[in-house]
């Protein structure tokens, strides 16, 4: 299989992707570049659609456009965040700049801008997939070996983490960033870098990380409107400071 496959090993299964997208071209043109990659692909059409077929597949990831009849893409989303992790893209119209902000507010992973590029589409449902199996041992961004620090202790084995006993309910990149602040506390880090080590990426919307700081900031500070462990460094981006605990690595 080639970079884009479906596959996490040689013998697991394909990958399961739900398309929701009431245009058929559009779902018709994704759903042929996924099962080309090797995925297992559903697609519904309107939003009560989609989350009665989550329910019934248990998709590994959905791919989700924002402008959907019945219930749109937000509440869609809203609802499949609420019954588990299940990784989220997507699909959003060129110059919709709130209604992405609002998505990845909700727990999606990344979004794609129509017109898009499917081999691009491909690429991402592919690293969004990678780096939540990571914590599995398949590889991707995060490394094994449980880390503590400032009253987070983090197991990407079993892909948990808690804060002063009491366990995060974190996206796959929430949980790929909080492991990366981890593995190099005091350290700046500009969003540039984060979108290449955490999102793998060399190219993106920089507000992706932004929106996701914001996010991981509200489930781990006492008070996420005056943040003390990920911190602002102005002109730069983000350090985290895990206080008189130091970060230790099991």
């Known amino acids: 299989m080639s970079g884009t496959s479906g596959m996490s090993g040689t013998e697991a299964a394909p990958a399961r992707i739900l398309v929701v997208d009431d245009d058929p ?3 018709e043109v994704v759903t042929g570049y996924l099962r080309r990659a090797g995925y297992a692909v559903e697609t519904a059409a309107d939003g009560p659609a989609a989350l009665a077929r989550a329910g019934l597949v248990r998709p590994d990831l959905v791919v989700l456009d924002l402008m959907l009849p ?4 937000l509440e869609v989303c809203r609802r499949l965040r609420a019954t588990g992790p299940v990784p989220v893209i997507m699909l959003t119209a060129r110059g919709d700049e709130d209604d992405r902000i609002a998505g990845l507010e ?3 992973d990344d979004y794609v801008t129509k017109p ?3 081999r691009e589409l491909v690429l991402r449902v592919t690293s969004v997939l990678r780096r939540g199996a990571a914590g599995a041992g398949a590889g991707g961004g995060v490394r094994q070996g449980r880390l503590e620090g400032a009253g987070i202790t983090l197991d990407p084995a079993t892909h948990r983490a808690s804060k002063d006993g009491r366990e995060l309910a974190l996206t796959v990149r929430e949980f790929d960033l909080l492991a990366h602040f981890l593995r190099h506390p005091g350290q700046a880090h500009g969003r540039e870098e984060l979108m290449r080590e955490v999102w793998g990426w060399d190219f993106g919307d920089l507000s992706t990380v932004t929106v996701h700081v914001r996010r991981l900031r509200a489930k781990v500070e006492e008070d996420p409107g005056q943040p003390r462990l990920i911190q602002t460094v102005w ?3 983000y350090r985290f400071e895990a206080g008189a605990g130091e970060v230790s690595a099991a």
Request: proline residues 6%; negative net charge.
């Open 116 to 118: 898009f590029s499917p």
């Open 106 to 108: 909700l727990g999606a």
């Open 235 to 237: 002109g730069v981006g």
């Open 25 to 27: 071209t559009v779902a």
């Open 70 to 73: 019945g219930l749109d893409g």
